[in-house]
């Protein structure tokens, strides 16, 4: 069946689809307000007939240096050489549905992401991925991604093994 990539609101046809999409992953809550777009997010969808088989949700944001007692406890915006504030996109959910693996459709909607990230006028892309998803770790990998190991902080104190996938994009002069 002929499939498609595309960039979706809450007014696009396959809206309801995505939800199902995006419920049956168990990532409806990350990505989605009660199944409304949530405030500077972009979604994408790999939509094959009347369904949507795979998707990735992407937000921009100031790149930000943390606080500490070093920086007087606020957060330093990040900026290139000529003083401009430094922003990048950072992918919050991402999936295929286990029966469209391996069919390039995650390679293509990280590609689409990416080209929407350049549009923003971002310098990288970058996402962080628990140990367990190494379908996700051989993707980033292939793809030439950077990759940083570090312990996600969760609520209540507890940490998470992992690594972020950070891409860089080079802007169009
Ligand atoms: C990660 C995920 C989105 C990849 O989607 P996909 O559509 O199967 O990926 P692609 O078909 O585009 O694969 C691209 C490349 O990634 C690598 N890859 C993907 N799955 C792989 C696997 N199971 N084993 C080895 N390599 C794999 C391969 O290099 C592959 O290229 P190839 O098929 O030409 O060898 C999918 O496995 C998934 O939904 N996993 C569960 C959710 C998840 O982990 N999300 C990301 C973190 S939140």
Same mark, same amino acid.
């Given at each position: 069946? %002929?499939?498609?990539?595309?960039? +979706?609101? %809450?007014?696009?046809?396959?809206?309801?689809? +995505? &939800?199902?999409? &995006?419920?049956?992953?168990?990532?409806?809550? $990350?990505?989605?307000?009660?199944?409304?777009?949530?405030?500077?997010?972009?979604?994408?969808?790999?939509?094959?007939? /009347?369904?949507? !088989?795979?998707?990735? =949700?992407? @937000?921009?944001?100031?790149? #930000?240096?943390?606080?500490?007692?070093?920086?007087?406890? !606020?957060?330093?915006?990040? =900026? /290139? /050489? %000529?003083?401009?504030? &430094?922003?990048?996109?950072?992918?919050? =959910?991402?999936?295929?549905?286990?029966?469209?693996?391996?069919?390039?459709?995650? @390679?293509? #909607?990280?590609?689409?992401?990416?080209?929407?990230?350049?549009?923003?006028?971002?310098?990288?892309? @970058?996402? $962080?991925?628990?140990?367990?998803?190494?379908?996700?770790?051989?993707?980033?990998?292939?793809?030439?991604?950077?990759?940083?190991?570090? #312990?996600?902080?969760?609520?209540?104190?507890? /940490?998470?093994?992992?690594?972020?996938?950070?891409? @860089?994009?080079?802007?169009?002069?």
């Amino acid at each position: 069946m %002929d499939s498609k990539i595309e960039e +979706l609101s %809450d007014e696009h046809q396959a809206w309801q689809a +995505l &939800l199902n999409h &995006l419920a049956a992953m168990n990532m409806i809550h $990350w990505a989605t307000d009660s199944g409304k777009p949530k405030p500077d997010r972009f979604y994408f969808a790999v939509i094959c007939g /009347a369904e949507v !088989v795979g998707h990735l =949700t992407i @937000r921009k944001q100031a790149i #930000l240096v943390p606080a500490s007692a070093l920086t007087q406890n !606020v957060d330093i915006p990040l =900026t /290139a /050489a %000529d003083g401009e504030p &430094l922003s990048e996109v950072f992918v919050e =959910t991402f999936a295929v549905n286990p029966d469209h693996r391996r069919c390039g459709y995650g @390679r293509a #909607l990280q590609e689409r992401a990416l080209i929407k990230a350049e549009l923003l006028g971002c310098c990288q892309m @970058r996402s $962080w991925s628990s140990a367990d998803r190494v379908e996700n770790y051989a993707l980033k990998i292939s793809m030439g991604f950077s990759v940083l190991p570090a #312990l996600y902080p969760m609520p209540g104190g507890s /940490a998470i093994s992992g690594v972020y996938f950070v891409k @860089r994009i080079e802007q169009a002069k």
